[in-house]
């Protein structure tokens, strides 16, 4: 049960941002820039960045909930987003993402951890500054997200199938309105 | 300098949301929201909240810009700002702020800090349900902002004397576009 009496049923963030409207709105435009955006990083990447962060911020609810996403746009390869998750650095993935992860675990930590180096060697493996901006942009607002989440004691459910049909959906419609909106909420 | 070339003489955070227009919005959006709402927590509140959490990661630009932003509106009472940056519990301002600063304090370091224990504390102190939900998402917000900050080494005037006018501004205008697109940023 939430720390706040959110008023509704829905999971996560999205009960958050139902009891508050007005502060879901640019939470969900934020989301909807960093996640959809195809430009540089593609879809799968945002996930993945998002779901490592998340994962090193111990928030079950958003790591299974954008690992799942990340899940959508790799055609259902779960066992690379776990990789991604617990040791991307042996996963199956390219070295210019190894080297974005690499900013976004430091960005976790603090702002202050990046170092030059770590710029210098997602450039050399073909970062531009928009993606690098990027993923420092991602790594931080998932230490809002996922502070909002458990700060607050989202409700957050523990079976793990339910959260294959929420990433269909967002994959389909993005971080919309109708995240917080839909008439039939699922618990 | 900052970690990417940003094109722009803008300083802080404002030189990076001139470089992606795209994230600012719902960015500048977020903070207007959160930090000059008057309902419930006050705008000297909401600052104090920010101020804090930001001096607690270290930023110093973030720190000193939302410092003398809480000071505008307290009048001017720069020691009261700064006790609550590295003394709150000693400072004066009410029980109710004090219960959530400690709130948003455990936010900073992790969502899944904040105990129950803290939430029936603030409430106590006379804390709504949407004083609690704005602290916490206050806290989680500065967690991303600082991090965007300094893990994109963004330009950080030294001098405090540049952090006063610009308050001015803010307190006067808000955290609109103007923030990052006005005709002639100062450095």
Sequence with gaps: MPHIDVNN???GIRGLMAFRPETAEPLAALAEMLLRDNEGLSR????????????????FYCHNSHGELACVYLDGDRELVDQVRKDY????????????????????????AVQPEDITQARQEGATDRDIH?????????????????????????????YGPRALQVAENGYGKHIYTAAQPEK
Tied chains: 1, 2.
């Design 89 to 112: 650095q042996h996963a199956a993935i390219s070295e210019k993402l190894k080297a974005l992860l690499t900013i976004a675990g430091k960005v976790q930590q603090s702002g202050k």
């Design 44 to 59: 799968a990447e945002r996930e993945l960045i998002a779901t490592r962060v998340s994962y090193l911020n111990d928030c």
């Design 9 to 11: 049923d829905f999971a």
């Design 134 to 162: 990027d993923t420092v942009l991602i790594a931080a607002a998932f230490c809002l997200y996922n502070r909002y989440v458990d700060g607050l004691g989202a409700t957050t459910p523990k079976d793990l199938s339910t």
